[in-house]
């Protein structure tokens, strides 16, 4: 299949339906040979990103669209979450401190500190009312990716 | 297994409860197993493992599930530990600065010839 090759979901602001954003990015993944470890650890960082979204975005609990664009090219994966959420830079989120000696640290801010160590990059730009984040995840894809899968 | 689902099965060894968990832990089931966790505590279980053996996936919103679960059961006298961290879930906990935060043991039988 040739490269680069985007793939565009629109889901709710419902954890529910990141089961469906999970369907697609894995096959998007296996199609273009994505090494395994790589697909994981984009999962996981666009699972933190979208949930952060679906619960924190919007002050009301009306429904929301997400827009996700995923898109493959030779030397890895780039994916775009855009939401016309509040204003949100994940790069700007305040490194967690450590717990004083004793105390376990508290859940808040896990997920973005994860995911600045799962993906090679983070970008985001606020254009008019939407944030657009984009996720990138280098590794090799394409058919030179099949022969080295792990 | 259901790469998907979450499963949780329990069973016991001596005074542990041990809780199985398998599949994927994320924001759309964390709940689930914090209703689990909270069950045991309220029930009087003193001693919980957590097997994470079978995790194929997981999010921050298993660590909320687990840090709130851990302080829950020492309020009650309990106390939770962990095994079976391998592979890239117990990379996700590195990257979350979460391993301190836990008793973790490599495997089942030294957690519970510890419990």
């Known amino acids: ?15 529910a339906d990141l089961a469906a954003l999970t369907a697609v990015m894995e096959r998007v993944g296996t199609e273009h040979g994505m090494p395994e470890k790589s697909l994981f650890q984009l999962q996981v960082a ?4 979208v949930s952060n979204v679906s ?25 775009e979450i855009i939401d016309d959420g509040r204003m949100f830079d994940p790069r700007d989120a305040p490194k967690r ?16 500190q994860m995911t600045k160590q ?12 939407r944030n657009h984040t984009t996720l990138t995840k280098l590794c090799t894809l394409g058919p030179a990716a099949f022969g080295e899968r792990k | 297994m259901n790469k998907t689902a979450l499963s949780m ?6 005074p542990a409860c041990i809780l199985s968990i398998g599949g994927r ?23 919980i493992l957590l097997d994470f053996k079978e995790v194929l996936y997981l999010t921050s919103a298993a660590f909320r599930v687990l840090l709130v679960a851990t302080d829950e059961a020492e309020r009650n006298a309990s106390r939770i530990v962990l095994c079976g961290l391998v592979g890239q879930v117990r990379e996700l906990f590195e990257m979350g600065g979460l391993l301190e935060a836990f008793t973790v043991h490599g495997s089942r039988e030294d957690a519970l010839a510890r419990l």
């Open chain 1, 55 to 79: 619960k924190y975005a919007w002050p009301e609990p009306n429904a929301h669209d997400i827009e996700i664009r995923i898109t493959a090219r030779h030397d890895g994966v780039e994916v």
């Open chain 1, 118 to 129: 799962l993906v090679d990059r983070i970008d985001y730009a606020r254009i008019g009312n």
């Open chain 2, 25 to 47: 832990i994320d924001s759309g089931n964390a709940a689930d197993l914090q209703d689990r966790l909270n069950k045991l505590i309220l029930s009087g279980e003193k001693a």
């Open chain 1, 1 to 15: 299949m040739p490269l680069p090759q985007t793939t565009l979901i629109v889901i709710r602001n419902n954890v």
């Open chain 1, 46 to 49: 666009l699972d933190e990103l």
């Open chain 1, 97 to 112: 401190d450590k717990p004083p000696p004793g105390q376990r640290p508290r859940p808040g801010g896990v997920g973005v």
């Open chain 2, 9 to 14: 099965e329990d069973s016991r060894a001596g």
